[in-house]
C-alpha cells in the first residue's frame, strides 16, 4: 500500500488490528461495534467468517485497519484449510493482535491453542472477554486471572460488542499500541470489499439464520449479475448447496423458505446501496464444492 499525503500530526498513529479466535467468540460483531455500521455479518453458526475481511476507522488522532478472520479451528476440507491460512496470514500483518474469547465458556483448549499461536507472533496483545452480558460478575476474576498467568497481554478487558460495554475503552487501549505513521486510506472508505462481495455475503448471511444443522456450513453465494440501475438496482444470485436434500431444505415448501431469505436480504442490501432492490435468487447444487479449488477461486475463497 501506498500511505496517502497531506499533513497529520507527528503523533498520529496508524496500522493494522488483528481480531482473533477461534469460532464463535463475537470477532465479527466487535468489527461491526468499532465501524458502527453491518460490515461484517453474523449468524450464531461457527465459521461464519470465511475470509479475511478489512475494516477502516478513521480518527483524528488514529488510522486502525481492522481485520476480522476466520475462527482458528482444524479443517475438514480445502475450504477449511483456505479459511486457516487467512487466520494465520492476519497473524503475520498485524502490528498489534486482540485475541477474543467467549467469557461464558472461560478460556477453552481452543482458545489455548490461539495463545500458543500469539507467543509464536510475538506482537502486542491485548485479550477482549467478550460477552459479559451473559455473565455474572464473579465469573470474569478467574478467567482475569487465567489470562494474566499467560504473560501473553498488554491487558485483558471484559467487553461485550453486543451492548457496547466497555468498548471505548478497548478501542483505546488498542489505539495506543499502534505504531506512529500515515493514513493509509481516505477517511470515508470503510473497506476494501467490493459491492458485490458485501451483497454476497448478506445474502448468505440469510441463509445461515433460516437454516440449522449441516445447512449453513454447506452454503456459498455467486452474485451472477448486478446492474445499477437510476432508481433499482438488479441482483442475481445463485445459492450454492453439496446436496439435493440442503437444496430442498433452502428452497422450503413451495419456496416459502427462499422467499423469506430472499426478502430479509432484500432490506439489508438496500440499506447498503441506498436504494430499492431486486433480488432473483436460486439454489444449485455443486457437489463437494468445499473441496473444489477451482470452484473457491470463482467464489473469492482463494487467489
Known amino acids: 500500500m501506498t500511505p496517502l499525503s497531506g499533513r497529520l500530526s507527528p503523533s498520529y498513529r496508524s496500522g493494522v488490528v488483528g481480531i482473533i479466535g477461534r469460532p464463535n ?66 497473524v503475520e500483518e498485524a502490528d498489534v493482535l486482540v485475541a477474543v474469547i467467549d467469557a461464558r465458556a472461560g478460556i477453552t483448549p481452543d482458545d489455548e491453542r490461539v495463545f500458543g499461536r500469539l507467543r509464536q507472533a510475538k506482537r502486542p ?34 467487553v461485550s460488542a453486543r451492548t457496547g460495554d466497555q468498548m471505548p ?28 462481495q458485501l451483497i454476497g455475503e448478506l445474502v448468505r448471511e440469510q441463509a445461515l439464520l433460516a437454516t440449522h444443522q449441516e445447512v449453513p456450513h454447506a452454503v456459498a453465494v455467486l452474485i451472477d449479475a448486478l446492474e445499477h440501475g437510476e432508481q433499482l438496482v438488479t441482483i442475481q444470485a445463485t445459492i450454492l448447496v453439496e446436496r439435493p436434500g440442503q437444496k430442498a431444505i433452502l428452497i422450503g415448501r413451495g419456496g416459502a423458505m427462499l422467499k423469506q431469505i430472499g426478502q430479509e436480504a432484500r432490506r439489508q442490501i438496500e440499506r447498503l446501496v441506498g436504494r430499492k432492490v431486486y433480488l432473483g435468487l436460486w439454489v444449485k447444487v455443486a457437489p463437494q464444492w468445499r473441496q473444489d479449488e477451482r470452484m473457491l477461486r470463482q467464489l473469492g475463497y482463494v487467489s
Open 25 to 90: 467468540v463475537g470477532k465479527s460483531t466487535l468489527l461491526n461495534y468499532f465501524l458502527g455500521e453491518k460490515l461484517a455479518i453474523v449468524s450464531p453458526r461457527p465459521q461464519t467468517t470465511r475470509t479475511r475481511l478489512l475494516g477502516v476507522l478513521t480518527r483524528a488522532d488514529a488510522q486502525v485497519l481492522f481485520l476480522d478472520t476466520p475462527g482458528f479451528h482444524r479443517p475438514e476440507h480445502a475450504l477449511g484449510r483456505s479459511m486457516l491460512k487467512a487466520a494465520h496470514a492476519v
Open 125 to 158: 496483545a491485548l485479550v477482549a472477554i467478550n460477552k459479559i452480558d451473559l455473565v455474572k460478575k464473579p465469573r470474569l476474576l478467574p478467567i482475569l486471572e487465567a489470562c494474566a498467568k499467560t504473560r501473553l497481554f498488554a491487558e485483558a478487558i471484559p
Open 169 to 196: 475503552l478497548l478501542l483505546e487501549r488498542l489505539v495506543s499500541l499502534l505504531p506512529e505513521g500515515p493514513r493509509w486510506y481516505e477517511p470515508g472508505q470503510r473497506t476494501d470489499q467490493t459491492t458485490r
